[in-house]
Every structure is written in structure tokens, then in C-alpha cells.
Nanobody, 121 residues
Framework: QVQLVQSGGGLVEPGGSLNLSCAASGFTLNYYAIGWFRQAPGRERESILCFSERDVTNIYEDSMKGRATVSRDKAKDTVYLQMSSLTPDDTGVYYC??????????????WGQGTQVTVSS
């Protein structure tokens, strides 16, 4: 079964950091672009950034610039999103999605199940 399995969410205090994981199951992630999305409470899901198949990070949300780092472990078929200097505005359910090329990442892609990130003191 082709799927993405996410982990790493949780509760973190403002100013803290989190490392989210997005692991492929049933296929290899190495040639795919990975998009990261956030759905904040009461809001629609929004695109944060895309990590291309060539490991280039394209950040779409200005507030994430300088705070988000993406890396790929090819041996583990896993992509990681590290976020720092977190604020309550970063609270939401985070999703990863895989497709061929960042321009294709969207509804028809392979999606993870989502992981909750809550930033609160």
C-alpha cells in the first residue's frame, strides 16, 4: 500500500522547535517532491513549502522563512521538516504530500495522515 506516514508533532512552548517526519511506505520517496501544509484551527489547509526532487526548498509562507529546514534521508525514504522559533500562529495539523515535481503537489498526490502541532505555554 502506497502511503506517507507522519510523526513528530506535539506540544511545544513558544520559541521552541519541532522536527516532523514524513516517511514513505510502499514506494521510494527519493524521486518525489514533498509539500508541507498546515491547517490551522478554523482555517483551510495552506501550503507552507515544497522540497523538490532535487532537494531544493521553496518556501511559500513568508513567516517560515529562516525558521524551516527540510532534509531527506534517502536510506530511510523519509523527509524531515525542522521548525524553530515556533509561535502560537504555527499551531495546526501539518500534512506532507508527495508528487512528481512541486507544481504537481496537491489533491491528487500521496498524502500523509497529518500530525498535530500545538504551540502554547
Amino acid at each position: 500500500q502506497v502511503q506517507l506516514v507522519q510523526s513528530g508533532g506535539g506540544l511545544v512552548e513558544p520559541g521552541g522547535s519541532l522536527n516532523l517526519s514524513c516517511a514513505a511506505s510502499g514506494f521510494t520517496l527519493n524521486y518525489y517532491a514533498i509539500g508541507w501544509f498546515r491547517q490551522a484551527p478554523g482555517r483551510e489547509r495552506e501550503s507552507i513549502l515544497c522540497f523538490s526532487e532535487r532537494d531544493v526548498t521553496n518556501i511559500y509562507e513568508d513567516s517560515m522563512k529562516g525558521r524551516a529546514t527540510v532534509s531527506r534521508d534517502k536510506a530511510k525514504d523519509t523527509v524531515y521538516l525542522q521548525m524553530s522559533s515556533l509561535t502560537p500562529d504555527d499551531t495546526g495539523v501539518y500534512y506532507c504530500a508527495a508528487d512528481f515535481g512541486c507544481h504537481n503537489v496537491g489533491q491528487g498526490s500521496v498524502w500523509g495522515q497529518g500530525t498535530q502541532v500545538t504551540v502554547s505555554s
